[in-house]
């Protein structure tokens, strides 16, 4: 989730494997007894904003990342969910996403490139860390979601407010947060001695669409 210094979206890579019952991520949401499972939409997506920074920002680009391949369950009736994506299968700077964030230009590819780069090999540590992970639990009585969330090896909890709309056999869920990179142990993108460098905050952006499977979930 955390970007670098400036760097359209890459051919998206072939689909993740489907989920195996041994995932103890799903496992709750996978073993052969659930009931009223919904799985997350195929068209859901989580946007992240990160700013430039340092003496020289106005050299550097504001950036917005996407993971649009998220696999995940919900039981509504437990209020719990879980959902994981890929590092590499993230998006960099798609126009359409950059307008709706409010920034007014549109890097080079090239300048893409470099980017995805510096972001998977020299901030996340893709490799050793390629998933990012997510649980949650609704909180009794109020529109949050309590929210552990698994990033570069470490796990920090937040509590999220959420609107949560249903609609026939499913829901959406929707929401921003603000995170901090160093949260995570993170060491946000700087060069020229931090004359150039991505802010520590990540504004993200959520629209989480969940509904029942036709089927058994997959296993």
Same mark, same amino acid.
């Given at each position: ?33 659930? #009931?009223?499972?919904?799985? &997350? ?6 946007? &992240? ?7 020289? !920002? ?18 509504? !009736? @437990? ?15 798609? !126009?359409?996403?950059? @307008?709706?964030?409010?920034? @007014? ?20 540590? !893709? ?6 992970? #997510? ?30 709309? @249903? ?19 993170? #060491?946000?993108?700087?060069?020229? +001695? ?14 989480? +669409? ?10």
């Amino acid at each position: 989730m955390a970007l670098a210094a400036c760097t359209v979206a890459p051919t998206p890579p072939p689909a993740p494997p489907s989920v195996k019952a041994s995932d103890a991520l799903f496992a709750e949401f996978v073993h052969p007894g659930a #009931v009223g499972v919904l799985r &997350v939409d195929d068209d859901a997506l989580i946007a &992240v904003t990160v700013r430039r920074g340092g003496a020289l !920002a106005r050299l550097g680009h504001d950036h917005v990342v996407a993971a649009r391949r998220i696999e995940g369950y919900a039981t509504p !009736a @437990t209020g719990r969910a879980a959902l994981r994506f890929r590092l590499d299968e993230m998006t960099v700077d798609e !126009a359409a996403l950059r @307008t709706e964030a409010g920034l @007014t230009t549109q890097p080079s590819p090239e300048a893409i490139a470099g980017t995805r780069q510096n972001m998977l090999t020299k901030v996340l540590d !893709a490799e050793q860390f390629p998933w990012v992970q #997510v649980r949650i639990q609704r909180v009794p009585g109020g529109a949050a979601l309590q929210t552990d969330i698994t990033l570069h090896g470490a796990t920090r909890r937040y509590t999220i407010p959420t609107t949560i709309d @249903t609609a026939g056999d499913g829901l959406v869920a929707r929401g921003t947060l603000v995170l901090k990179q160093t949260d995570f142990g993170l #060491v946000p993108f700087s060069v020229l +001695g931090g004359a150039m460098a991505v802010q520590d905050p990540m504004e993200i952006r959520f629209v989480i +669409g969940a509904h029942a499977m036709p089927t058994a979930p997959r296993r």
